[in-house]
């Protein structure tokens, strides 16, 4: 897997290293991380504040580069629901529900040793 900044493989691995959460890197700079540690999808922010003001961030960013909508949640829901037609993804990979296949095969990130 790429792991070059601005690449798929360099946000995987950086939500990875945080436990979950989402990045946003846009000409190879990262423009956005937010952390979700707690079963990698939400904050352990001690406010709710944290999590409102994450999503105003996020939702401000996506919709500067033409996201249509104003609910994240669900199309980030939707993204891996393999019911709905049109590509999801999956543990296996990016698939084509329509067609039944993957269409690209998920790669594992690999864990460097540290001496």
């Known amino acids: 897997m790429n792991e070059a900044k601005g690449t798929i493989g360099y946000e995987a691995k950086r939500v990875h290293e945080m436990g979950g959460g989402i990045v946003v890197v846009d000409d190879g700079k990262t423009v956005v991380e937010i952390p979700l540690p707690f079963t990698g999808m939400m904050?352990?922010?001690?406010?709710?504040?944290?999590?409102?003001?994450?999503?105003d961030e996020l939702l401000a960013l996506l919709q500067e580069r033409g996201f249509p909508f104003h609910d994240i949640?669900?199309?980030l829901l939707?993204?891996?629901?393999?019911f709905l037609p049109g590509l999801r993804l999956i543990p296996y990979g990016l698939y084509d529900v329509k067609r039944a296949e993957i269409v690209l095969p998920a790669e594992g990130l690999e864990e460097k040793a540290v001496k």
């Open 43 to 55: 904050t352990t922010g001690h406010s709710f504040d944290t999590a409102v003001r994450f999503h």
């Open 78 to 82: 939707f993204l891996t629901c393999d």
């Open 73 to 75: 949640l669900y199309t």
